[in-house]
């Protein structure tokens, strides 16, 4: 029996300028955070919250608390 199977893989950066696609599941979190009139508000304060916790569970190996940035991609696979 065989059971091959193809699929794509897609990526897309998660930033302030993260806009879904249309065919996005609405419950999805990210999406609902990109929509709206203060989608981008909505996810600059994300991001800022990723970041904070990040650099707090990071504490051990950063001592000097020298804020880290995160950068984030969105994966698709078809």
Do not use: C
Request: hydrophobic content about 35%; aromatic content about 10%; proline content about 4%.
């Amino acid at each position: 029996m065989n059971k091959d199977f193809t699929f794509t893989v897609k990526s897309t950066l998660f930033d302030e300028n993260y806009n879904p696609s249309e065919n996005t599941r609405i419950t999805t979190n990210f999406a609902n955070l990109a929509r709206g009139q203060e989608r981008e508000q909505n996810l600059r304060n994300t991001l800022v919250m990723i970041d904070n916790r990040f650099n707090t569970l990071a504490h051990w190996d950063n001592p000097k608390a020298i804020a880290m940035p995160s950068n984030l991609k969105l994966f698709l696979l078809k």
